[in-house]
């Protein structure tokens, strides 16, 4: 029987972030990556969300390792949450394994384990060799994976992009991609979420130059940038661009500070002296001298920014002729929020300025049409992206001469087995979204988020009925409290005709001898009806029912 190894996507194949495969040979598995989505905004109350580990879970004693290709929390957020039932190590560069280590810390986990791997260095676990390959990102660090397996050669891209003037350190290593690529490539699972844009992604030096531009423009206004705060190239340009005109620079926002003292403890950012202060000083200097770095995570670059611009962020208020800044693009699904925070913004008097100072980290048509052609795969797996981003990725490996038939538009939870000489789907496994809110991981079902929805769109109506034990009597008249429903000032005289409402259907249920527990569900259902014929509402309503001894 001919050898195969299995490449399972747990999340990642189906929209931006959650991304998770897994690698599977016979007795050995190993998984790439373990990220978060970006907050839904269709779920009230949900932090993020996680893949689900369930076949991982159930096939353990296979798995050999974790192996990170960056630092970006839809590849790294959803770490903490699983690594303690994993129990793996976990393996990454630099920057990713000291970004993954303050996410644990954060959350108390002390028994990870984490092994930094150098770029160009290999790690073998099980029947897989890894080699780490510098690729170029919107964070520091990042790496493509070479996979040597017992079939052939699967290169994983990671997110990347093809920066050949990078600020910081080198250009991705097109030369080593080619040598592997020369000797033969199996599969290649490339980065799609860049396939429908034409071209090549412009360099951050590119940006550079627009960023000064604007300074000179505005240098006699007060100026607030938003930006990724991963991006320690934009991060560095910007402070740079600061210093040579003379202004000062305040780094604002939970996630920029983490990453850039990473970054700066590595060594991976250097800035002139006393240029950064502290937010508390910023009194002490005109305002046309001061620059704030706003941000967010990954994928919430304005986070800090909508703050400001709702007026509840403790240190700074807008004022008149305030310069805003975007060097960042508003990530899928986030559009509207990027506008009202726009908006809010302008209504107070601010500049805005958005326009050609954003590089993208990832690779247009034309870069993954390179990468392609280098590695000259036998099978392309698009992969990071929806289903119409990895259409086009394929379109564009079948431009370079890959047969359609060889090009495979898999979902997450499909079972594809590689060979030397096939590749098909052969299996599905049932993988779900597992949310998170707050500490809690999974716990919240379609149920409660119904009722979050409820609530957020209609409020909540409680009535609490008190009973006479002995009796079997109303020992008081029914309690009827509402929140975010009704004005109880202008009720329409709702709560009293609820009240006689609640007391005829108790007196109607118990004659028919109802004592149990349908007595609270003809309450509820009659407090419903009544409502809806009223004012056309629709809340939760919560009837709750207690007995005492008089």
């Known amino acids: 029987m001919e050898k195969s190894v299995k490449i399972i996507p747990l999340g990642g194949f189906d929209k931006i972030g959650m991304n998770m495969t897994l690698l599977e040979y016979q007795d050995s598995m190993i998984i790439i990556d373990c990220g978060t989505s970006f907050p839904p905004n269709n779920m009230p109350g949900i932090d993020t969300s996680i893949p689900d580990i369930s076949y991982i879970m159930q096939n353990k004693d296979k798995l050999k390792g974790l192996i990170v290709t960056h630092g970006h929390e839809d590849h790294i957020g959803a770490i903490p949450y699983v690594i ?28 990870a384990r984490t092994k930094v791997i150098k770029q160009g260095a290999s790690i073998v676990l099980g029947d897989f060799k890894i080699e780490f390959i510098k690729t170029n990102h919107s964070i520091p660090d990042a790496v493509s994976l070479s996979i040597n397996t017992p079939v052939g050669t699967i290169i994983h891209t990671g997110d ?6 990078p600020i910081n350190g080198d250009a991705i290593n097109l030369k080593r991609l080619a040598a592997i690529g020369s000797k033969g490539v199996l599969a290649v699972m490339a980065d799609s979420t860049n396939a429908m844009i034409e071209g090549y992604s412009p360099s951050e030096t590119a940006v550079s130059n627009s960023i000064d531009h604007i300074f000179n423009a505005y240098k006699n206004n007060r100026m607030i940038i938003a930006t990724f705060a991963s991006n320690m190239d934009r991060v560095q340009q910007i402070i740079e661009i600061a210093n040579k005109y003379g202004k000062k620079v305040i780094l604002q926002g939970k996630a920029m500070l983490d990453i850039f ?7 991976y950012i250097v800035l002139p002296k006393d240029t950064i202060i502290n937010i508390e000083d910023a009194p002490n200097y005109p305002d046309n001298l001061l620059v704030y770095i706003t941000t967010g995570n990954h994928g919430e670059p ?14 700074i208020k807008i004022k008149k002729d305030d310069t805003i800044l975007f060097s ?16 809010k913004l302008e209504e107070q008097g601010a500049n805005i300025i958005f326009q050609e100072i954003h590089a993208t980290g990832h690779a247009c048509s034309e870069e993954l049409k390179l990468i392609y052609t280098l590695l000259n795969p036998k099978f392309v797996i698009p992969a990071h992206g929806q289903y119409r981003f990895r259409k086009a990725s394929a379109k564009i490996a079948e431009s370079i001469g890959v047969p359609h038939e060889n090009t495979y538009l898999i979902k997450n939870g499909d079972v594809l087995e590689i060979s030397e ?50 009796s079997g009597r109303l020992a008081a008249k029914p309690s009827i409290v509402t929140k ?61 029912i207690t007995e005492i001894v008089l």
């Open 84 to 111: 303690s039932d994993l129990n793996v190590p976990i393996y990454g560069t630099p920057l990713t394994i000291l970004l993954v280590e303050n996410k644990l810390k954060a959350l108390n986990i002390k028994k």
């Open 160 to 165: 990347f992009k093809m920066d050949l003037t």
């Open 261 to 267: 003292n990473a970054a700066e403890k590595l060594g």
């Open 302 to 315: 304005i986070t800090c920014l909508a703050q400001i611009a709702d007026g509840t962020h403790e240190h």
């Open 328 to 343: 960042s693009i508003p990530v899928m699904g986030s559009e509207k929020n990027f506008e009202q925070t726009m908006n």
């Open 421 to 470: 000489n096939s590749c098909k789907v052969t299996d599905h496994i049932k993988v779900d979204e597992i949310l998170i809110d707050g500490l809690g991981i999974g716990d919240i079902g379609g149920l409660i988020l119904k009722e979050r929805k409820i609530l957020s769109d209609s409020g909540i109506v409680i009535t609490q009925l008190c009973f006479d034990h002995k």
């Open 484 to 544: 975010g429903f009704i004005n109880n000032e202008n009720d329409f005289g709702l709560i009293d005709e609820l009240q006689d409402l609640v007391r005829t259907e108790i007196s109607r249920s118990i004659s028919q001898g109802v004592r149990d527990d349908r007595l609270s569900k003809n309450i509820k259902s009659s407090i419903e009806d009544y409502i809806w014929k009223k004012i056309m509402r629709k809340p939760l309503i919560v009837v709750t």
